[in-house]
């Protein structure tokens, strides 16, 4: 068996983008040895990857990490490394192990600053690029990553997409889901707990059953919405009744409950970000939430090349909120 590796580790939301690609790899490479680099943030969602080999790092390699990972390379005889994260650092391993003859495919970023420079690219086996300068309509980064791996026949997944948790808790039917983002209802639009309140409502008032999460650890967030809607805390699994509202606040959700939740959800309302990118994997029709502080041209030219990379072409829709909380709702009514 031939020896593959798959260099993954960085933010949640960039994971679930790469795992076309990474079903693309599995498929390609069906009787070999694959070993995938996750970074920590995403260790909870490894069942993804069972049976194959995982190995935990930082999402930033400190030197530790870089030793360990050039020590590896000297005492293994490696096949192909796919470099699904354009981190610097791996872009060296073609230059420093060239001599070893690693097939090294590698995804690459033009942008202000190229990743890699165009020196190092020449050590790759096989690349594509990803334009963050050019603000030209274009496929999303979703579609282009998987133009890293050939063409095959018999294409299957191979992903532990089947995969169940126990939701030991009256698990509302066919519910919508949000997420609670502290950065962009209290930072950006300047909407305090009463208007978030009142915004979650409107939404079972159009929808219906409505589960919702917010942000791990925010103490403030946590403490406000169990107060004000019915929840269930993952932690010591409890579940606290307080209304007959059809809303159910997910509390402390970990990887495995949030990726089943959001499978056994009939739309996803959340800001742009992990819980979009989660739904859209699992083929989920989506209402994203933006909101954009716009200084300046090049903030407006930034966004434009932000969402002409990310969006997925179909099953995914947008609305921008204001800061008026009435102009939201309005907008709103309209997308819903």
């Not at 400190?62 to 590896?72: C, R």
């Not at 066919?174 to 707990?193: A, C, G, I, S, T």
């Amino acid at each position: 068996m031939k020896k593959i590796l798959i260099l993954k580790n960085d933010r949640t939301g960039d994971l679930f983008t790469s795992l076309k690609t990474i079903n693309l790899i599995f498929n390609k490479h069906k009787h070999d040895q694959i070993e995938i680099y996750l970074s920590k943030i995403n260790e909870n969602f490894k069942f993804l990857f069972k049976p194959k080999k995982i190995k935990v790092i930082n999402l930033n390699l400190d030197f530790l990490n870089k030793i360990k990972i050039l020590f590896y390379f000297f005492c293994n005889k490696i096949d192909t490394v796919y470099i699904l994260t354009p981190k610097n650092f791996y872009f060296f391993l073609p230059l420093f192990f060239f001599y070893k003859q690693i097939k090294f495919y590698g995804i690459c970023i033009d942008a202000k600053k190229f990743r890699p420079n165009l020196f190092l690219r020449k050590f790759l086996y096989k690349k594509i690029v990803i334009n963050r300068i050019n603000i030209k309509q274009r496929n999303s980064t979703y579609d282009i990553q998987q133009l890293l791996i050939e063409k095959q026949n018999n294409f299957t997944n191979l992903l532990n997409d089947n995969v169940a948790s126990n939701l030991n808790f009256n698990f509302p039917k066919n519910p919508v889901y949000f997420h609670y983002k502290h950065k962009m209802f209290n930072d950006l639009l300047k909407w305090d707990f009463i208007k978030v309140k009142k915004f979650i409502e409107f939404l079972s008032s159009v929808k219906g059953n409505i589960v919702f999460s917010s942000e791990l650890n925010n103490k403030s967030s946590d403490e406000f919405f169990t107060q004000s809607f019915n929840s269930y805390d993952f932690n010591n699994k409890k579940e606290n009744i307080i209304n007959s509202k059809k809303i159910l606040f997910l509390k402390n959700i970990d990887g495995l409950n949030l990726y089943t939740t959001i499978k056994n959800s009939s739309k996803i309302i959340a800001p742009e970000g992990i819980i979009t990118h989660i739904g859209y994997h699992l083929q989920k029709e989506i209402l994203s939430l933006m909101h954009f502080n716009l200084r300046n041209r090049q903030d407006f030219i930034n966004q434009i090349i932000s969402c002409k990379e990310w969006f997925p072409p179909t099953k995914f829709n947008f609305v921008v909120l204001k800061k008026n909380f009435d102009d939201s709702i309005r907008k709103l009514e309209k997308r819903l």
